[in-house]
């Protein structure tokens, strides 16, 4: 059986209000690992933009925290690594129109 991609995790911003996420990848980069999460309730403005947290250990086995990236670099190139495993499943558009 399968890894189900579709999971949905609910994690809460900074005001403490609840944000849904469709769980897309999990990926590596220099002993780190990263999460890839699209936002369920797309932003008009944004669409298809997805957020890039890293995961950080807590005491507790069953739960993760993510903390938010601020090096454009890590997030650079954990997205290039992301785009590079699903090139054949998504389409990509560039920022830079």
Known sequence: MGEDLNSMIILND???NEVEFEFLDLVELDGEEYVI???AEEDESEP???VILQ???TDSEEEESYVSV???EILNKV???FKEKFKDE???LDSEE
């Open 14 to 16: 900074e005001d403490g």
């Open 37 to 39: 999460l699209l936002p």
């Open 48 to 50: 298809g933009e997805v």
């Open 55 to 57: 995961v950080e250990d």
């Open 70 to 72: 601020e090096d454009e």
């Open 79 to 81: 997205f290039e690594i």
């Open 90 to 92: 998504f389409e990509f």
